[in-house]
């Protein structure tokens, strides 16, 4: 790809980020992306090229928005963190008091940190959806209440992939004196007040122009990418009966890679899946949370909350959906042996298919932010973000 195609600017001593960003598309590795990082309050790199659409030619535009999958995990969890700093809600209260119709199937004694924590057993829904049913909001909590979990909460924990980010709206609606949805609060509360550009639901001003169109793949081609799958995650995804095929079957429309780039499901609240905005928003934000969060109103209990280290549920980090260990905390993921990102166990964030990843680093006071179109398989650290995170790092320790 032509050196033209890429754009932007970095601060002085931040140029290694943007030759790392450079040699990921003069390697092959990209079609289209978008990096950003802030340090201690001020934009450092902002960097993006290559095609907002390869298929069409239409080349990425400092305004382009992308979808990045589980990576909206992160963004949608900032509410939480905004409603707790408002005392509109309590991480060790139990969801059900928020939500009575929760209590359903044993669930009553989950509290809103195990939910948060994916400790909850909460990851899968047995009542099929249908897309015309994710837009239903009182029938989709109503199949999220009723159902069953998988475990006890606190003794194991697992990936709640899709069903995290409709438990967190459902909470957000109870407990917001508006009664507003996750991805209305998070417009009104947050994005518009700072000029961000991200949305859980996307609304139909927005043109297709600016929307990054995804590359994907066919689930069957990932027999050729083992080696970049965990071989225990490998073993779960094949076998037809594990937590994970549970998890991931339902709603059906997500089976389909190709889905993601579907307007109709774009327009739809899924903020766990399927939120987008621009890379340069979402490095903003956590950059925000790095230097304190002040400016999202958050206090030294909400941003303590955060940083501190998982709290482990009682048979340890092995993930019954994912299959091997992970750590999360309070809708985040926080860095740990298989993954170790950040400068220290402050860092949180959240990866997501493909290969985009977003974090906050408190103790550089960084907020990193990276989004592409070329998916790959890596189940998280994909090298290319890797590279662009871990030279942002060095450059900082440099200055």
């Not at 934009?43 to 907002?52: F, H, M, S, T």
């Not at 963190?81 to 509109?88: E, N, Q, W």
């Not at 194991?156 to 609060?185: M, N």
């Not at 949305?199 to 069957?220: H, N, Q, S």
Request: net charge negative; aromatic share 10%; proline share 6%.
């Amino acid at each position: 790809m032509s050196a033209a195609l890429i754009f932007g600017e970095v601060a002085e001593g931040f140029e290694k980020v943007e030759q790392v960003f450079r040699q990921n598309f003069a390697d092959g590795k990209e079609s289209g992306a978008a990096c950003a990082v802030y340090y201690e309050g001020k934009k450092v790199v902002d960097l993006w090229g290559g095609y907002r659409d390869e298929s069409s030619g239409a080349v990425w535009q400092e305004d382009t928005m992308v979808p990045v999958m589980s990576t909206s995990k992160g963004i949608s969890s900032v509410s939480m963190l905004v409603a707790h700093a408002r005392g509109y809600i309590d991480f060790d209260r139990t969801v059900s008091s928020y939500w009575p119709e929760f209590a359903q199937e044993g669930k009553g004694d989950i509290t809103v940190r195990q939910l948060l924590s994916h400790q909850a057993g909460c990851c899968a829904i047995d009542e099929p959806l249908r897309m015309e049913d994710i837009a239903d909001t009182a029938r989709l909590e109503s199949a999220l209440a009723k159902q069953k979990p998988l475990w006890k909460a606190g003794e194991y924990h697992g990936y709640h992939a899709v069903t995290l980010g409709w438990l967190e709206s459902a909470l957000i609606r109870r407990c917001d004196p508006k009664g507003r949805s996750l991805g209305q609060f998070f417009q009104e509360e947050i994005a518009e007040p700072l000029g961000v550009e991200f949305y859980f639901g996307l609304p139909e001003v927005i043109p297709d122009e600016r929307i990054a169109v995804m590359k994907t793949k066919p689930l069957w081609t990932s027999v050729f990418q083992l080696n970049k799958m965990p071989i225990r995650f490998v073993a779960a995804l094949m076998n037809p009966f594990s937590v994970l095929n549970k998890t991931v079957k339902n709603p059906a429309v997500f089976k389909d890679p190709r889905n993601i780039n579907d307007r109709a499901l774009m327009s739809l609240e899924v903020p766990a899946v399927c939120g987008l905005g621009r890379v340069e928003s979402m490095a903003r934000l956590y950059g925000l949370l790095a230097e304190g969060g002040e400016a999202l109103g958050l206090g030294e209990e909400t941003i303590k909350a955060v940083e501190e280290a998982a709290r482990p549920p009682a048979h340890g980090l092995l993930d019954r959906v994912l299959a091997q260990p992970t750590s999360f905390s309070l809708g985040y993921m926080k860095p740990f042996p298989g993954f170790p990102f950040g400068s220290d166990a402050r860092a949180y964030g959240t990866p997501g298919a493909g290969g985009s990843f977003a974090y906050a680093d408190p103790t550089l006071q960084m907020g990193f932010a990276y989004g592409l179109t070329e998916m790959d398989f890596y189940l998280f650290d994909d090298p290319r973000d890797k590279a662009l995170r871990e030279a942002a790092i060095r450059c900082i320790r440099a200055i």
